[in-house]
C-alpha cells in the first residue's frame, strides 16, 4: 500500500470550491485502487488569513509543508489584500523556498468548439510550455526610490543564474528528447540586452548537447504573434519566468479559457514538496455562486498523480478530463454549459475508471 501526505491550500475566492473536486476526485481513486491511500492536512492560509492575523501564511508555514508528498493549492488573492503582497507571501514564498524551478503548463484543445481559432484543429493545438520558475523577472529583486516626488525612479531587476538558466533549458531538452518532439524557445534577445542574449546563449551552449532535438528560437512578440495563427508551430516550449506566464494565458485564451489550464510547480529532485494548482486566479466575481470550473484543478491531480509515479491513474483522469470536454453535457457557464461546480465533480468520478 502507497500513502502520499497531501498539503491542501485552498486559499481564496474560488479555490475551496474546486479544490474540493480535485479531492474528490483522489477519494474516489482510493476506493477504486486498494493498494492506493492519500492524506489531506488543510491550512487555511490566504487572503482572509491574512486580513485577520496580518500574514497570508503562520510564520513556520513552510517547515509545516516540508515533509508532505505535495502541496494541492486552489487560489490566491482577493478584494482588500494588494495582489502583490497575496502573491509573494504565498503562493511565491512556496516555490521559492521548495525551488519548485520547473513550471509545467500544458495547453492543449480539447475540443474544436472552444477554440475562438475558426480553422484550427485538436491536432493544431497541443504543446507543453516549461516555464521558468524560480528566479529571472520573478526575482524580486528592485528598489523604490524619492517615492511620490517628481525624481521618483522605480527598478525591477530580473536575475538569470547560469545554474538556473542552464537547468531549466535542459529539463526541457530531456523532455523533448524523451518524448521525441521539438524545441522552441521564446526570449527576447534584441531589446533585453543581458538577460536574453545570455538566455539565447544557453540554448546554443545546452542545445549542442541535444543535436537530436530540432530547436527554434523566437522573439517573445513572434511568438505571440504564432501561437494564435499557427499554434501547431509548438511542440514543447521553453521560457522565462514572466513570459511563460503570459504565454500560457494566451495558450488558454486558444483553448477554452482558464478554466482548462493546469500548471504543475516541480522540484524535479524531489528534495522538497512539488506543488500542484490552476492556472486561474481566485475569481471573486463568481465565488461561492458554485459555478466555477473544477477541471483545471482536477487536472492538476492529474499532474500530481504523474509527479507521484503512479501515471496509469493520472492517465485515466486526463482521458476523463477529455471525455467531458469533448461530450460537452456537464460543463460549467464559462464553456457554455449550466452546471454546478459540484455537479461536475460528481459526474467526474462517475465516469472515471482505469
Ligand atoms: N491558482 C493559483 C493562483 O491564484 N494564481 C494566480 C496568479 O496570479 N499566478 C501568477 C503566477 O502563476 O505566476
Redesign the pocket.
Known amino acids: 500500500m502507497k500513502n502520499f501526505d497531501i498539503a491542501l491550500i485552498p ?1 481564496d475566492g474560488i ?1 475551496p470550491e474546486v479544490v474540493t473536486e480535485g479531492v474528490k476526485v483522489l477519494k474516489a481513486i482510493e476506493k477504486m485502487d486498494t493498494k492506493l491511500s492519500f492524506s489531506f492536512t488543510e491550512f487555511p492560509w490566504g487572503c482572509e488569513h491574512y486580513l485577520k492575523t496580518g500574514k497570508m501564511m503562520d510564520d513556520d508555514g513552510i517547515n509545516k509543508l516540508r515533509h508532505f508528498d505535495a502541496i494541492y ?5 482577493y478584494p482588500g489584500v494588494p495582489d502583490h503582497i497575496s ?1 509573494w507571501e504565498l ?2 514564498r512556496i516555490r521559492k523556498e521548495f525551488d519548485q524551478y520547473v513550471n509545467l503548463r500544458p495547453v492543449t484543445l480539447l475540443n474544436q468548439s472552444l477554440t475562438p481559432l475558426k480553422s484550427k484543429t485538436e491536432e493544431d493545438i497541443d504543446f507543453l510550455v516549461i516555464r521558468e520558475n524560480s528566479e529571472g523577472e ?1 526575482a524580486g529583486a528592485g528598489d523604490r526610490l524619492f517615492k511620490g516626488q517628481p525624481e521618483e525612479v522605480v527598478l525591477q531587476t530580473g536575475v538569470f543564474s547560469r545554474k538556473g538558466t542552464e537547468r531549466i533549458i535542459r529539463y526541457a531538452y530531456e523532455e523533448a528528447r524523451k518524448s521525441n518532439r521539438t524545441l522552441t524557445s521564446i526570449s527576447k534577445g534584441n531589446a533585453l540586452n543581458y538577460s536574453m542574449v545570455f538566455w539565447d546563449e544557453v540554448i546554443e551552449e545546452v542545445g549542442k548537447e541535444y543535436p537530436d532535438v530540432e530547436t527554434y528560437s523566437y522573439l517573445v512578440d513572434a511568438a505571440s504573434l504564432y501561437l494564435v495563427s499557427d499554434p501547431e508551430r509548438f511542440e514543447v516550449v521553453v521560457t522565462s519566468n514572466l513570459f511563460g ?1 503570459i504565454i500560457t494565458d494566451l495558450g488558454a485564451g486558444i483553448t477554452g479559457g482558464l478554466g482548462l489550464a493546469t ?1 504543475a510547480n516541480v522540484n524535479p529532485e524531489k528534495q522538497y514538496p512539488s506543488m500542484f ?6 475569481a471573486p466575481d463568481i465565488a461561492g455562486k458554485g459555478i466555477a470550473n473544477p477541471i483545471a484543478a482536477i487536472w492538476s491531480v492529474s499532474q500530481m498523480l504523474d509527479f507521484f509515479g503512479e501515471e496509469r491513474w493520472g492517465k485515466a483522469v486526463l482521458t476523463t478530463i477529455q471525455d467531458m470536454v469533448k461530450e460537452t453535457e456537464m460543463l460549467t457557464p464559462d464553456l457554455g454549459g449550466n452546471a454546478a461546480t459540484g455537479d461536475v465533480g460528481d459526474s467526474f468520478i462517475e465516469k472515471l475508471k482505469i
Open positions: 486559499g479555490g493549492l486552489g487560489a490566491v488573492g502573491l503562493l511565491l520573478y506566464d500548471g494548482e490552476p492556472v486561474h486566479g481566485s
